[in-house]
Structures are given as C-alpha cells and as structure tokens.
C-alpha cells in the first residue's frame, strides 16, 4: 500500500521559507515520478513541481527561481524549498507519486493528505 506522508506546512510572512518533504513508503521509489501540486480555495490543483528518479525537475512558471524540488532516493523522500513567498502561494500542497510508466497523468499515481502552506501579507 502506497503512503505519502507531507509535512512542514505552516503560517509565514511575505519573503519568507519554507521546506516540505514528503515521506514515501510502498513504492520502489525510484522507478517513480514525483511531484508536489497545491490547490487554493476556489481553484483547481495545479503542478508546482515535478521530479524525475534520475533528478530531472519541472516548474510551474509561478515558482521558478523561489522553489527548489529535489529528492533523497535512500530516504525515499522529496522535499520542496521554497523561498520569497508571497500571499498568491497560500494553498494546500500535496505530494504526488506516478509510475514513470504513467508520467503523463499524476492522477494515476498516489497523493498524500496535504499539508496547508499560508503566506501573510
């Protein structure tokens, strides 16, 4: 059974940092994609970032330059830095993990339970 377990979500000013990581258990971890998407109230998930077992990253064009995905394969964990954040980033995030044989679609993969991510003005 897959388990994606995210933590280090949490209230910050504009400017500030925060890290994610997102636990993964269930899976052989490199033979996956994985991904961290956020959803706002009122808006549709969106892809923040995606990361594949060999390192190679995609950005949503809204978090270039402010976040950094990266993952540990021994830990079988994914973290997200983010930095300079601002209000527009408030969201839940959550962490995705897709078969690199069904990159196409993270829905075909496995989430996490989120993790709620809030920039104060």
């Known amino acids: 059974q897959v388990q994606l377990v995210e933590s280090g979500g949490g209230l910050v000013q504009a400017g500030g940092s925060l890290r994610l990581s997102c636990a993964a258990s269930?899976?052989?971890?490199?033979?996956?994609?994985m991904g961290w998407y956020r959803q706002a109230p009122g808006k549709q998930r969106e892809m923040v970032a995606r990361?594949?077992?060999?390192?190679?990253?995609t950005y949503a064009d809204s978090v270039k330059g402010r976040f950094t995905i990266s993952r540990d394969n021994a830990k079988s964990t994914i973290y997200l830095q983010m930095d300079s954040l601002k209000p527009e980033d408030t969201a839940v995030y959550y962490c995705?993990?897709?078969?690199?044989?069904?990159?196409?679609?993270?829905?075909?993969?496995?989430w996490g339970q989120g993790t709620q991510v809030t920039v104060s003005s």
């Open positions: 269930g899976i052989i971890f490199a033979n996956n994609f």
């Open positions: 990361i594949t077992g060999g390192g190679s990253t």
């Open positions: 995705n993990a897709v078969h690199l044989g069904q990159w196409h679609d993270p829905n075909l993969g496995s």
